[in-house]
């Protein structure tokens, strides 16, 4: 059995002669390290909470912290995608209203409005683009 520490095994560790001690208990092996102060502990001093080690009685609520906000982003990523089009349909709207309204207007083509259109036209195109390319094909 090994016990991981940061993307590497103990036992491949051992293996190597390098052994990660304790940092309040210089002579016994570190079984982790804190997720808050990134300290060696060892089963008398680590406290797990799920999804990472803490120092004991000193760090928990910083690790639970730091848990909740890793889960809050990769829910809030999870989504992301699905409102990938929002944004460069309501870009094309605007888009189309402003050149629209700046076709029919004394100006034509050379108005403020329809350069302005012109421009949220241009720049929903790329964002639809860029969202694709940050997203996948099927956002």
Request: aromatic share 12%; with cysteine.
């Amino acid at each position: 059995m090994f016990i991981l520490i940061r993307g590497f095994s103990t036992d491949s560790l051992c293996k190597k002669g390098n052994i990660m001690n304790c940092f309040n208990h210089p002579n016994i092996p570190a079984v982790g390290i804190c997720k808050s102060c990134s300290k060696g502990l060892c089963k008398e001093c680590a406290t797990d909470l799920d999804h990472g080690l803490a120092c004991k009685d000193k760090h928990e609520a910083e690790v639970e912290n730091v848990n909740m906000i890793i889960s809050q982003n990769t829910k809030i990523y999870s989504s992301a995608p699905k409102n990938t089009i929002i944004a460069p349909l309501f870009y094309l709207f605007m888009g189309l209203v402003f050149a629209g309204f700046g076709y029919t207007s004394k100006g034509g083509v050379t108005d403020l409005p329809f350069v302005l259109g012109v421009g949220f036209i241009v720049f929903g195109i790329i964002v639809f683009f860029r969202n694709r390319a940050l997203f996948g094909r099927n956002a």
